[in-house]
């Protein structure tokens, strides 16, 4: 996206990948400065996405992941507030937290109801499995919270799911989930949700400035 001059901005909190990332995103600016004011920027932080505690993170991650930060988490009101430059950007989120989004998604709704209203796309990865974080009745309150904010207040439509498998560790779905129909053996969704009250709001002037790859 930033070669298509977007801003992007890059999180991930895994202490083991903190410096190929650094050195990844400062070969990309520079090869973006170098296009001059039509290229887009990426700027990498080390840090993460939360829910209301830094501590329910824990847990989530996998051993070939590494471990994270957990000092470095952020939950999403704050990420946007504190980098987002351009308060009415519009704005794309892409989430894959092994199992975090639950937390995320919900703590951001009833911080900051309106929040969620400004993507005009989310993609992620939502994880079903106990070993990430898709626990007891706690989860299910979040899985169905996660369908009524997104959902029924916010108007995000699904446009686009994929099945994926997932390591063996996590394979062993939530038995709620799956007496509702969710494959026992299936760790996780990428999905691709659309927010139809953004994108309609999108002129067509806009739409062919982003072709030529000029981002807002």
């Known amino acids: 996206l930033a070669e298509y001059g977007c801003e992007v901005l890059a999180f991930d ?3 083991s990948r903190r ?16 296009r001059g004011r039509k290229a887009g920027r990426l700027a990498f932080h080390f840090s993460g996405l939360r829910g209301a505690s830094a501590h329910q993170q824990q847990g989530a991650n996998r051993s070939s992941y590494g471990a994270v930060a957990v000092d470095r988490l952020l939950d999403l009101p704050t990420i ?8 009415e950007a519009n704005l794309i989120l892409k989430v894959d937290c092994e199992g975090c989004e639950w937390e995320a998604i919900d703590f951001a709704a009833r911080a900051d109801p309106r929040l969620l209203s400004r993507f005009s796309l989310i993609i992620l990865e939502v994880h ?12 299910l309150a979040l899985f169905s919270s996660f369908y009524d904010t997104l959902v029924d207040v916010h108007g995000f439509r699904l446009s686009y799911l994929h099945e994926n ?7 062993h779905v939530h038995p709620e989930l799956q007496s509702l129909g969710l494959k026992a053996s299936l760790c996780c969704y990428e999905i691709v949700l659309v927010n139809p009250k953004v994108v309609a709001s999108v002129r067509a002037t806009d739409i062919a400035r982003k072709v030529e790859g000029r981002c807002e």
């Open 165 to 171: 498998p997932g390591g063996y560790p996590d394979r």
């Open 13 to 15: 909190p895994t202490i």
């Open 80 to 87: 946007v507030r504190r980098f987002v430059r351009n308060g």
């Open 19 to 34: 410096h190929s990332h650094e050195r990844q995103a400062e070969a990309l600016e520079k090869r973006l400065a170098s």
């Open 128 to 139: 079903v499995v106990e070993s990430l974080l898709m626990r007891g009745e706690h989860g």
